[in-house]
Each structure stands twice: as C-alpha cells, then as structure tokens.
C-alpha cells in the first residue's frame, strides 16, 4: 500500500462514506467550488491504478468502489506515522498528542480504560 495525496485523500474519504459512486456523484459531494469533473475522474483513475478502488461498468460509465477498506488505510497511515515520528513508540505517540492536543483527564481515562479491555 501506498500513501495517497490530499486530492487522492479526498476522493477516498467520498466514496469510503458512498460505498460506491460514479464519478459524477463524487463530484457533486465537494463544497463549492467544486473541481472539475475531469480532475475528479483523473484522480478516480489514478486511485483505480493505485489497487484502492475498482469499478463496475455499466456501458461506457463506471460506478467506483472502494478495494481499501477506510480502516485499513487509517491503520497503515497509523503505523507510518508511528514509526517515522515516534520511533515506532505507541507511548511517545499518545505523549505528543496529550501534550500537544491539551486532553483532559477524562480523555485520558477513557484511552486507559479501552486499552486496558483490549489486553
């Protein structure tokens, strides 16, 4: 797998939350302005090449659906992040981000209380 690009990013959170959809429907979930829908299905194109989505045809339109689950992409971003900024530490991770991000006592609980149910 490989990271994709903001605009790739983009498309991927569209049709992840879709399910599937023809280039025109991604288009249209875009604030405005909205892009142009050649640079819509360009990127479509480029995440089908990718492995990230494929397609049903249905004459000469194709309806697009996600081969990457959100969830597997979130975990290997994840992991990537990890592993070149935290020198692959789960604790200096969450350390920034309750450092950085100012969580609450609450937060931190929570995070204790659902690692602590996964082990």
């Given at each position: ?28 979930e875009f ?61 200096k991770m969450?350390?920034f981000f ?22």
């Amino acid at each position: 797998m490989q990271e994709l690009t903001r605009a790739e990013e983009e498309v991927m959170q569209i049709i992840w939350k879709l399910e599937k959809a023809f280039v025109k429907e991604v288009r249209n979930e875009f604030p405005d302005p909205k892009p142009a829908y050649n640079t819509v299905s360009t990127i479509v194109r480029i995440l089908e090449k990718k492995a990230f989505l494929d397609y049903t045809a249905f004459g000469k339109s194709h309806q697009y659906y996600p081969i990457v689950s959100k969830e597997e992409y979130t975990d290997f971003i994840s992991e990537k992040l990890m592993k070149n900024y935290f020198d692959g530490s789960f604790k200096k991770m969450l350390s920034f981000f309750a450092d950085q991000k100012e969580v609450d006592v609450k937060e931190l609980d929570d995070i204790l209380k659902f690692l602590k149910k996964k082990s």
